[in-house]
């Protein structure tokens, strides 16, 4: 979303001045965003699991396992 803010601030001890700013806005639905951020190339809408995301599971004794082997 490419927002601009238009306005003029004058230097003084305060800082005063009138920000302008677009009227664009989406609102609170979500869905009708373009551009959907994406993980695995899975577009995050709805609610989605670690199995439709592509991402597996893994348990805090799994990941100790993981780095043992690691930094061992």
Do not use: A, R
């Not at 951020?37 to 577009?43: L, N, R, S």
């Not at 100790?64 to 061992?72: G, L, Q, R, T, V």
């Amino acid at each position: 979303m490419n927002e601009k803010i238009l306005g003029k601030i004058k230097t003084q001890s305060k800082l005063k001045g009138v920000l302008k700013y677009s009227s664009y806005s989406v609102g609170d639905d979500y869905n009708i965003l373009k551009n959907k951020p994406q993980i695995e190339g899975v577009e995050l809408k709805d609610n989605k699991t670690f199995e439709e995301l592509g991402l597996l599971e893994v348990s805090n004794t799994e990941l100790k396992e993981m780095f043992d082997k690691i930094f061992n």
